[in-house]
Antibody, heavy 116, light 106 residues
Framework: EVQLVESGGGLVQPGRSMKLSCAAS????????MAWVCQAPKKGLEWVAT????????YYRDSVKGRFTISRDNAKSTLYLQMDSLRSEDTATYYC?????????WGQGVMVTVSS | DIQMTQSPASLSASLGETVTIECRAS??????LAWYQQKPGKSPQLLIY???SLHTGVPSRFSGSGSGTQYSLKINSLQSEDVASYFC????????FGAGTKLELK
């Protein structure tokens, strides 16, 4: 059974940093691209970033380019999202997802609140 | 950027009824479309990919159709467990989601 478990969310002040993690199990992690997708409170879904199966390529939505960094450790079957220079508009639930063009499996999500 | 316009925003239907949700893309997305179901307080779950392919374990009362810029999700014989929000997503050019459709029981 595919499982994705996020951790690392919470309350953070504007301008500060936070790192999210996603532990994967139930599939061969290093065979798949992975992604982060976010959902602001009572809002729709937004793709944030994607990393290729081997970590050699990364892609970001414009609003997070230069501030967020997606990475992975295939030996640990873990995906990361380093979020720097956080803004109030980054407040959302962040989901990690297995990425096959579409997102076929999702974690339970972790809430990030950016507020002073 | 490709924009996805989803309709209706909300929908009320009776048990056993057939429900249709539509998504229109701002340009041709060549069947690069997925549908997701999100129950309250839960993460999204994939229902349909490539416009009309049913994801593993999804009940056959769900189906997808469409081409070009117009796509639809149909739920036959609505069940109580289908109460949820539904989102479309295009992946022909990066990734854009529709605003969602909230489905409730009448």
């Amino acid at each position: 059974e595919v499982q994705l478990v996020e951790s690392g969310g919470g309350l953070v002040q504007p301008g500060r940093s936070m790192k999210l993690s996603c532990a994967a199990s139930g599939f061969t992690f290093n065979n798949y691209d992975m992604a982060w997708v976010c959902q602001a409170p009572k809002k729709g879904l937004e793709w944030v970033a994607t990393i290729s199966y081997d970590g050699s390529s990364t892609y970001y939505r414009d609003s997070v380019k230069g501030r967020f960094t997606i990475s992975r450790d295939n030996a640990k079957s873990t995906l990361y999202l380093q979020m720097d220079s956080l803004r109030s508009e980054d407040t959302a639930t962040y989901y990690c997802a297995r990425h096959r063009n579409y997102f076929d499996y999702w974690g339970q999500g972790v809430m990030v609140t950016v507020s002073s | 950027d490709i924009q996805m316009t989803q309709s209706p925003a909300s929908l009320s239907a009776s048990l056993g009824e057939t429900v249709t949700i539509e998504c229109r893309a701002s340009e041709d997305i060549y069947n690069g479309l997925a549908w997701y179901q999100q129950k309250p307080g839960k993460s999204p779950q994939l229902l349909i990919y490539n416009a009309n392919s049913l994801h593993t374990g999804v009940p056959s009362r769900f189906s997808g159709s469409g081409s070009g810029t117009q796509y639809s999700l149909k739920i036959n014989s609505l069940q109580s467990e289908d109460v949820a929000s539904y989102f479309c997503q295009q992946y022909y050019d990066y990734h854009t989601f529709g605003a969602g459709t909230k489905l409730e029981l009448k």
